[in-house]
């Protein structure tokens, strides 16, 4: 399973970029074709660049890793609290 997300991630990563590139090649291509200013060009790119859709899927975390952070935290919280009752037991 690590094995197989280990592998997983460079590919997720390189297909999204590469399918970032193909739409910014066909939103230059169309900008070009409609006749559009340096400026308007830039601005449509940008725009299309910073979507909140995309960059919201591209950060949230997995159900698991969610699970698994709070786990995490009980754990410290645990720990910390059995460090504690052996230091006043010494």
Do not use: G, H
């Amino acid at each position: 399973m690590k094995k197989t997300l280990i592998d997983m991630v460079p590919k997720a990563v390189m297909l999204n970029l590469v399918q970032s590139v193909f739409r910014n090649i066909l939103l230059i291509s169309w900008l070009i074709s409609t006749r559009f200013t340096k400026d308007e060009m830039q601005r449509e790119l940008l725009e299309n660049m910073y979507r909140t859709d995309t960059l919201d899927d591209l950060l949230k975390e997995s159900d698991y890793t969610v699970r698994r952070r709070k786990e995490c935290q009980q754990m410290v919280e645990s720990l910390s609290r059995a460090s504690e009752i052996v230091s006043q037991v010494q």
